[in-house]
């Protein structure tokens, strides 16, 4: 078959199973509702209890489209880093992203009594923890923005981003070290990451962001393509390389880091969707995998968040925890395996 045929037969599949991991996500839940009854409160029907319209509406729909900006935003960055860095096993938070989040977080949470400041009440709010984290985000991103700016090797930023990753987690420690019980369990539960708590307010800023992180991407999906071929190559073709990094950088800090400041640090999803993704398509051309990435990423977080939600249960695992358990086995697989890896 046609590669372009293939390509659209395939993208078709997953939007099909896009829409029908929505509405399956959307069904499931502590409290049974019939399909009918989710279809008529979606079209703002009449519904046998007014209290399923609320559950849907006010929580299942907000966690579900949650879960779709999540699962693409931190697969994007995760194709955008693999590809940046001619790593496989580059990840969206190997710039530290994830690591200066944690820190805005720990010192608003951890480190309120230290600075002195009464400021508990306040980190108690989504927004709360949302400014903190895109706060120690933007710092760690800015050190090494300022980093990139003197190295001209990628590798060296890839080493620099862990760096400031074990600086920040040494603070972090100490910060927990000296916090109280109550402290440390409201960090833990943060660290634990979790779709369910945002408003639509917060999720019109999440979409606001991920667009513009999405507009970046899209400014340079060709560069992208021309990179794989090494720098070198890329600048013998005329490709500014010093400014493709630069937006990939942006765009990856922008998605990664609202999407940790929302919803908390989700591990494996931006490492591992990226490479089933080109097991899937064959292909390194940016053009399909971005689609297709971004797709796949929000189907395997539906799934995810689907199971973490323990069905007909009243109880939640933590979506952190579900994604490190699908995400972990991929990558050993793909080691062991050692098949050939686009990047």
Known sequence: MNPTKSYRLTFIILIITLVIIFLINLSLGSVYIPLKQLFLALINGDVEKESWRSIILSYRL???????????????????MQTLFRNPLAGPFVLGISSGASLGVAILILGASFIGANISNYAFTNFGLAFAASLGSFLVL????????????????LIIGLMF???TS????????????????????????????????????????FIIGILFVIFIIKPLNTLLLGENYAKSLGVNVKRTRNLVLI???????VITAFSGPIAFIGLAVPHLTKLLYSTSNHKTLIPAVAISGAIIMLICDSIAQLPTSEYTLPINAITSLFGAPIIIWLLVRKRKVYY
Do not use: H, R
């Not at 916090?179 to 999720?203: D, R």
């Open 62 to 80: 907000p966690k579900a489209i949650t879960a779709i900006i999540v699962g693409s935003g931190l697969s994007i960055s995760g194709l955008l």
């Open 142 to 157: 800015s050190a090494v923005m300022i980093a990139a700016q003197k190295v001209k090797n990628t590798m060296s930023i």
């Open 165 to 167: 990753g074990s600086l």
């Open 170 to 209: 040494a603070v972090i420690s100490i910060l927990a070290y000296f916090g109280t019980a109550s402290q440390l369990q409201q960090y833990m539960f943060w660290s634990f990451g979790s779709l369910g708590n945002l408003s639509w307010k917060e999720i019109t800023v999440l979409c606001i962001a």
């Open 251 to 257: 765009a990856t800090s922008l998605l990664t880091g």
